[in-house]
């Protein structure tokens, strides 16, 4: 919707959402320390940051830059999700042993009829 001619308070608003999860994405990869990443999502950052705004006055120029990183936020979604589990990840499941008679639980019912 960024392409769109809209009021200024809505892209004030994409500014402020865009920053949180630029900020959002760099803290995740600061943990994974993909430094790669973290560059392109602070220069991001710098651009949309909403305190400090950077003005390019030509439509034309926030078109192209609205898209490409829609793009990269989708980009990570389906990146992230597709990623395998690492092995501290992953859950243990703990098998469920066969069942004796002892651990069965007597309901009050079954208590009332012995």
Do not use: C, H, Q
Not at 13 to 18: A, D, G, K, S
Not at 22 to 33: D, H
């Amino acid at each position: 919707m960024a392409v769109l001619n809209l009021p200024i308070g809505y892209y004030t608003f994409l500014r402020i959402l865009v920053s949180l999860g630029a900020i959002l994405v760099i803290y995740t990869f600061l943990k994974e320390k993909n430094y790669l990443w973290i560059v392109l999502f602070s220069i991001i950052l710098i651009l949309f940051n909403p305190l400090f705004p950077i003005y390019l006055y030509r439509k034309s120029i926030w078109m192209p830059l609205d898209v490409l990183v829609g793009i990269l936020f989708l980009f990570l979604v389906f990146l992230k999700k597709s990623k395998p589990m690492n092995k501290s990840e992953k859950v243990e499941v703990l098998s469920k042993g066969k069942i004796y008679a002892r651990d069965r639980i007597i309901s009050s019912k079954n208590l009332i009829k012995k």
